[in-house]
């Protein structure tokens, strides 16, 4: 063989080594590339729909919370007009004593069959027991016995009606209160000392 055509061939199998070579290095670097964009872009993918579910999940949490404010306004108004008119109705002698003792005989059960969950301290429990006991309410005491029974109220009335009945109890002896004493808070009598 001749020298000249071995030294072509050898430049040309330099030339093939070489440019496969590349060849290989190039498609290994682009797969390489390819790899790392691909992760990238399932990366921001993924974050962006993590950032999208958060987004979802506050917005529904908003919704809820403005939904539950405006539950709770409307419960509020629907029980500040009931009182309203319990109010009007013990004005009017609608209710008797017996209304007035049945609502007292579901106060006092309501009372003892409260468990832990009951928002009332021991104190406002006794208190209260000891205000739907009495018969002649100051405005003063009326007006605890509304607070407690509210209170009482707010907590239980999706678990029984009576505390429903409760709150209607106080909202009377609050009546009857401000008919007895004209409106005026009751003033304790002055001790000399």
Known sequence: MDPTLIEYLAGIVTIVGTIVGFTHKFVKDTREDLRREVEELRSEMNNGFKELRGEVKDGFEELRNEMKGGFNRLVNIIINTNEIMIGYLGLRGVLNQGDVGFLRTVIEGLATTITTTNPLTEAERKRLLELVDKDDLTIEEAEEL???????????????????????????KRVEAYARHGGQQTQPPKTQS
């Open 146 to 172: 509304y607070r407690l029974a509210r209170k009482l109220y707010r907590e239980y009335i999706e678990k029984t009606p009576d505390a429903a009945y409760a709150l209607l109890y106080a909202v009377i």
